[in-house]
């Protein structure tokens, strides 16, 4: 079963996150800001990640920049934020993102780039 990390520090998105995943059959698992998942993430690697940009002590940019300094197995990861701009998006790729999504982001629209990052849809 993938596992995948929501890091949201806030509870409603990480609850509405977790519930599409959990549906579609993933395992999930949550951090509440970006220091909090890279402690996860470095005892025991996810298949994906699911990153907000705005958050308390480490932001999802620095998140994602650390993580893939790391030595450990590098997993896709998606960010989703409010923000809308292309100088955001452009941050997001530069820091490791492999997809930029902008709350709020329907189920569907969640699961397909999911699979496809993780290797479940075929072309």
């Known amino acids: 079963m993938k596992r995948i990390l929501i890091i949201d520090d806030a509870a409603t998105v990480r609850m509405y996150h977790r519930n599409i995943l959990k549906e579609a ?10 220091i909090e998942a890279l402690e996860k993430a470095l005892q025991m690697p996810f298949d994906l990640y699911l990153v907000d940009v705005n958050m308390p002590k480490l932001d999802g940019y620095a ?61």
Do not use: C, W
């Open 25 to 34: 059959g993933y395992e999930v698992d949550e951090a509440v800001n970006g």
């Open 63 to 123: 998140f994602l920049r650390e993580l893939r300094s790391q030595d450990v197995p590098q997993a896709p990861a998606i960010m989703i934020s409010t923000e809308a701009t292309d100088d955001d998006r452009k941050r997001a790729y530069a820091a490791g993102a492999n997809l930029y999504m902008v709350k709020p982001i329907h189920p569907e629209n969640l699961l397909a780039p999911i699979a496809l990052l993780l290797g479940e849809m075929t072309p």
